[in-house]
């Protein structure tokens, strides 16, 4: 669904590539729209096609990342919650930087944040029941009343866009009691109440994380988001979404809403789709995306895993495997892969980082081969802030530029030694092809592949120079490709069509 979304635009197949254009502290004070806006001249020249934005609806505060969201219609247009921007700019800014990242060839995701709510305008009394922690489908006491910031009624926004005002009804838990200022997991009880059970199990349900869980059964909240869906791709020109913490919401209205929002009346029938399910199961994601009844993505989170392993392991993690137990092994078609996220970045709730000496090798695994739909981090190409700031990926733009350039065509593995493999991308009519080799040991890799009789007599070399000479395919078609320890080399001919966007 990837490919459709990105030809629906382009109109020609190609080489998709997905970014992330945030991390956790990217600037806030209201200026990352216009510097995604700035950066689309450098994204388009190296292969980008589409962009994941951080959530751009209101959050509890001005600097709310969205993540803790207040009012999924409010784009940074009205005066709620301390300004009228949110952190990442006004609706304005959004929407121009939308239209000028499409008007150069990329496309937008929007992050949809739909398993709670935030800031809420005022307290309410309602019947709850505490639940243990570790296990939420156990009560813990007796059913009392209790007071719990759930009412919204967006006194900045009116009436503008929907009517709906959000009430403890259309909640299924609160993690606080302010009556008696208790901060504990309450479940609301009422008619039909109770979690979702088409959700993860971990901690018996994992249907609530927090804030103000909502409830997904209830045909208001349904409607309402089924409208706001039509509404935002339409309003802002994105072309599909990022759903957040899917494991957390029912699987039902997941589907019911992704359906709902491609066969609705002028909608984007081909909308792409992709999920965080953050758990290294493999086989819960196959069953999640194969339960929905319509094609959905997940982000590749054993892939994910497999990468820091590998990268604490160096040469002792046979390269081999690095693809055992993985949703793009298993589902090619709706695997979305990456290396690192804002969530596993340095100093967040689930830090998975990857080291910095296995990330070029990561990259090339997931960007060079042709399976998995690729998603390129902020912190990885632009460096990551914050107390533990990190350093952008050694010429991971070029990487990205070689996928753009060279990585089509047949595949031909050479997948034959625990510390050094290879493979070989043949091209296309409009393509030239590369050979790349990836080494975790700790001496120079080498790799014999066969790009062909028809390449003989060609000099080829190392487009990202991380590997200095040259290579002559011989007559057979047969050549011996190099790699530095723990790197990577992209061998092209050095007339390959491309070549001269690289520096020298």
């Known amino acids: 669904m990837a490919h459709h979304a990105n030809e629906d635009d382009r109109g020609r197949p190609g080489n998709y590539t997905m970014m992330q254009f945030f991390e956790w502290y990217c600037e806030g004070d209201g200026v990352h729209w216009k510097k995604f806006e700035s950066e689309t001249d450098r994204l388009a020249s190296i292969g980008i096609t589409a962009c994941w934005l951080p959530p751009p609806t209101k959050g509890s505060s001005p600097q709310g990342t969205g993540y803790d969201i207040y009012d999924i219609w409010d784009l940074g247009e009205f005066d709620q919650k301390g300004a009228v921007e949110t952190k990442w700019g006004s609706k304005e800014d959004l929407l121009k930087a939308i239209k000028v990242a499409k008007d150069k060839g990329i496309i937008t995701y929007i992050d949809a944040v739909m398993n709670h709510k935030a800031g809420a305008d005022d307290k309410e009394e309602f019947l709850a029941t ?129 359906k709902h929002i491609r066969s609705a009346e002028g909608s984007r029938s081909k909308a792409f789709c992709v999920g965080e ?167 120079d890799g080498s790799k014999k592949c066969e790009v062909g009789e028809d390449h003989k007599g060609e000099k080829w070399t190392d487009a990202l120079g991380w590997y200095q000479g040259e290579v002559i395919v011989g007559d057979d078609g047969w050549a011996e490709f190099h790699c530095p320890p723990e790197s990577i080399s992209i061998w092209t001919k050095v007339d390959a069509k491309g070549r001269d966007e690289f520096k020298s």
């Open 277 to 443: 399910f953050w758990k290294d199961s493999v086989d819960t994601l196959v069953a999640y995306v194969e339960g929905l009844g319509t094609q959905f993505s997940c982000f590749d989170s054993c892939l994910q895993a497999n990468f820091k392993e590998a990268g604490e392991a160096r040469e002792n993690y046979d390269i081999r495997k690095i693809f055992d137990n993985t949703l793009v092994q298993r589902r090619p078609i709706d695997a979305v892969t990456l290396v690192d996220n804002h969530d596993t970045q340095v100093g967040q709730s689930l830090e998975r980082w990857v080291s910095s000496a296995f990330k070029p090798l990561a990259y090339a695994l997931i960007l060079l081969r042709p399976d998995g739909y690729p998603c390129v981090f902020y912190g990885d190409l632009n460096g990551c802030g914050g107390e533990n700031p990190q350093k952008p990926v050694k010429q991971l733009d070029d990487i990205i530029r070689c996928r753009k350039l060279f990585a089509y065509g047949e595949k031909l593995d050479y997948w034959d030694h625990p510390n050094c493999v290879a493979w070989v991308r043949k091209g296309d009519e409009e393509h030239d092809g590369c050979v790349v080799v990836i080494c975790n040991g700790k001496e």
């Open 130 to 258: 505490m639940v243990d922690q570790n296990d939420r489908n156990k009560l813990i006491g007796e059913t009392h009343n209790i007071e719990g910031w759930t009412k919204f009624n967006f006194p900045g926004r009116g009436d503008k866009y929907s009517s709906m005002k959000w009430n403890y009804n259309h909640f299924t838990g609160v993690d606080y009691d302010a009556k008696t200022e208790t901060k504990a997991i309450y479940m609301i009880q009422g008619d039909g109440k109770d979690w979702a059970k088409d959700v993860d199990k971990e901690n018996g349900s994992y249907d609530y994380l927090m804030f103000a869980d909502i409830d997904h059964a209830h045909p208001e909240v349904a409607d309402e988001f089924k409208k706001w869906g039509e509404w935002i791709l339409k309003e802002t020109g994105a072309y599909g979404f990022r759903f957040d913490a899917v494991k957390h919401i029912s699987r039902q209205f997941i589907e019911d809403f992704v």
